[in-house]
């Protein structure tokens, strides 16, 4: 008979690789990062903030490693976990990643790039990708506005995004 350490071990520490790595997520953002495991991770969740691992803002339902994590949100970090959301069923491994990128993925063999580039940022984003002529990853842009898109030129660019606060996605393509 397998004890609950034994059985919750690998999603625990994934779970908390994942809240350590993006710093601060929704609850309903970690459910969704493990489709079917829902219940067992609100039980991890409650298990972990007992043990005082992680911190779970009750008013935004928003769980950190501390508090000081949650004060500090990344607003692009937590759209672009939106997106990653959307792909997660044929996501092989996913981490964060550097300026300008917030999220890298593999999925069906290929890199992924996810970029948020704030509005009057463009001309910004545009020269800190500019430099990565080699990079092959395909890259997902998100975006405040749909009018950002003709400042944006970013090379590998398979798509573009809008992300509200609550988690809808919706994607553009250049034609």
């Not at 993925?105 to 790039?113: D, I």
């Not at 950002?148 to 590998?156: K, R, S, V």
């Amino acid at each position: 008979m397998k004890t609950r350490e034994q059985i919750y071990n690998n999603e625990a520490a994934d779970l908390l690789r994942n809240i350590s790595m993006y710093r601060t997520l929704t609850e309903e953002q970690i459910a969704r990062l493990y489709p079917g495991k829902e219940p067992v991770i609100k039980n991890l969740l409650n298990h972990l903030k007992r043990q005082g691992r992680i911190y779970i803002n009750p008013d935004e339902q928003r769980v950190s490693i501390t508090a000081d994590d949650d004060a500090k949100i990344d607003f692009g970090l937590l759209s672009a976990v939106w997106v990653l959301i959307d792909f997660i069923d044929k996501v092989e491994y996913h981490f964060a990643g550097d300026f300008p990128v917030k999220i890298s993925f593999f999925a069906n063999m290929e890199l992924y790039e996810i970029i948020y580039v704030p509005n009057e940022q463009e001309i910004l984003i545009n020269h800190a990708v500019s430099g990565d002529t080699k990079s092959e990853a395909r890259r997902i842009i998100i975006i405040d506005a749909p009018e950002q898109i003709e400042n944006i030129d970013i090379p590998n660019t398979s798509g573009f995004c809008t992300v509200t606060p609550d988690g809808v996605v919706c994607y553009y393509k250049l034609e």
